[in-house]
């Protein structure tokens, strides 16, 4: 079953959040999967963020226009099998900053 557009434009964060879901983009160039889990994402991102929309860019090799989402929800043959990309304790994301004395 394929949702509609509409559907898929009101599905946000917080309602894969609520559904324990876990997002999984992947690069068709490099092949590369990342799994978050939507109630990590929401810590760092907006609610209200339209989660079917991949990002623009690969985060590996670069390559746009290449990445696709799915979602899925984890069970009990998950545990200790499904690998996940968490935040770090602080729940805080990195940047790069030049030196300002
Ligand atoms: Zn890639």
């Given at each position: 079953?394929?949702?509609s557009?509409?559907?898929?434009?009101a599905y946000?964060?917080?309602h894969?959040?609520?559904e324990?879901?876990?997002?999984i983009?992947?690069c068709?160039?490099?092949?590369?999967?990342t799994?978050l889990?939507?109630?990590?994402m929401i810590?760092?991102w907006?609610?209200?963020?339209?989660v079917?929309?991949?990002?623009?860019?690969?985060?590996?090799?670069?390559?746009?226009?290449r990445?696709?989402?799915r979602?899925?929800?984890?069970?009990?043959?998950?545990i200790?099998?499904l690998?996940?990309?968490r935040?770090?304790?602080?729940?805080?994301?990195?940047?790069?900053?030049?030196?300002?004395?």
């Amino acid at each position: 079953m394929t949702p509609s557009r509409r559907q898929l434009e009101a599905y946000r964060l917080k309602h894969a959040a609520e559904e324990g879901r876990v997002i999984i983009y992947r690069c068709g160039r490099c092949k590369r999967e990342t799994a978050l889990l939507a109630v990590d994402m929401i810590e760092i991102w907006n609610p209200e963020m339209k989660v079917y929309e991949p990002p623009a860019r690969c985060g590996f090799c670069k390559a746009s226009g290449r990445m696709t989402v799915r979602f899925y929800i984890p069970t009990r043959g998950d545990i200790g099998t499904l690998r996940l990309r968490r935040p770090n304790g602080v729940r805080r994301l990195w940047k790069w900053q030049m030196y300002e004395g």
